[in-house]
């Protein structure tokens, strides 16, 4: 029997291109690629990465809820985890694609601490971040020389993680900004940084949209897949 | 004639098949590849590329010196990057190759300010960064859930940065540890830390090395080409 083996694959933001060689090898050598998805939602990932697949890969799709509940996630991360787990010492090689960089955010870390009570071959392949496709996509820097920069995901509800990376950071990404519009567009307001963000929407797909207007960030208008740079220091 | 164009290129930090699918078609075409390098160093930029290189390119070595002296290096950045211009306007599809991603910490951005001004066309192709490299070796997330993380360049000299990075944040990446070694391990035993940090070397090639010794930070021993992940609520 072939030995399984599991791999963690980053696959970017949007742009099918920006796939490394490495990943686009073992999306083209995997027996089954697990897609996770939130319920009512499509897999953006998948269709990222479709053209790359083996036609007679299997996809297994993976529910992975959207709530908050701390033992009905772990339950369902220990089940998920341990079904690849099987998948793999059955002899599959197993691809397991994320958005983005696999270590930033990603869902497949969740699985990963059963995953490694399995004993079975695991490898993670690194993918381009949104914040840095975002940043490439206006030629712009996150950070220069010595700079220091920070990520910081926004929360729903009040959340004094933004303003605290404001006071102390020149470069600041904003993960989900759509979680929290209205506070964003606030906090950037009372600094006076209005012209010191720029906002990208599905980065490198055709419905790539670049925002600098704060009054699209105050009207809530900001599709789920944006990430928001702001540099204090320059208006970009 | 054919109309020239800029791009940078990210080309990961040392694996050849982390470049992007997009990385390689850019390098298969390009005229010229410009490859920047200090004084007495190799280029490893280069050394990582090579293979997907057209054999007829130019290659052109441009020197950005290692100096603090701000009137000198931005006399050098605006003749490297009217050099840049001037070979985009003659027609050229012009390959300006960068370690990790062109956004973060890059010395292509240092042109970036002169290239503007000179109304030729620029595109970033955006690489996978040193420390998600870093990270996914180890198999471990950089951030997870609502956490956030920073990043910070280790200077020489004493540097705050680092220490009120550690104050605020959960997750920290240090970049160019060996800038500033003896500082960093005292940190980390100040606070504990010293099961909580990986730093490795040359991420990705034949010389990789995964560090979690701190005599070893201590004594010095690291090489140019490193990165630290430390998690301050995880051992790793």
């Known amino acids: 029997m072939r030995k399984g083996k599991l791999y963690g694959v980053g696959i970017g933001c949007g742009d099918p291109e920006l796939l490394t060689v490495k990943a686009t090898k073992i999306l083209k050598s995997a027996d089954i690629i697990i897609c996770p998805y939130k319920e009512n939602k499509n897999s953006f990932a998948l269709e990222i990465a479709k053209d790359y697949i083996n036609k007679k890969a299997q996809i297994l799709r993976l529910l992975f809820p959207m709530t908050y509940e ?3 996630l772990q339950k369902r991360w220990e089940e998920n985890a341990l079904l690849i787990a099987q998948k793999v010492k059955e002899g599959n090689v197993v691809a397991f694609i994320t958005l983005g960089d696999p270590t ?3 869902t497949y870390m969740y699985i990963m601490p059963f995953i490694k009570k399995q004993n079975i071959e695991v ?3 690194p993918g381009v971040t949104s914040f840095c496709s975002v940043a490439s ?3 712009t820097p996150i950070s220069k020389w010595e700079e220091n920069f920070c990520i910081v995901p ?3 509800g009040v959340d004094n993680n933004l303003s605290s990376a404001l006071d102390n950071f020149d470069n600041i990404i904003v993960m989900k900004p759509s979680n929290n519009c209205v506070q964003l567009a606030e906090e950037l307001i009372k ?3 209005e012209n010191n963000f720029v906002l990208v929407s599905k980065c490198g797909t055709s419905e790539e949209e670049v925002i600098r207007d704060i009054e699209v960030i105050k009207s809530k208008k900001i599709p789920y897949f944006s990430t928001m740079l702001i540099k204090k ?3 970009i």
């Open 70 to 72: 701390h033992e009905e």
């Open 104 to 106: 930033v955010y990603s």
């Open 123 to 125: 490898e993670t392949i």
């Open 137 to 139: 996509s206006v030629n």
């Open 154 to 156: 926004l929360r729903k």
């Open 191 to 193: 600094r006076n940084l």
């Open 233 to 235: 220091k320059i208006n």
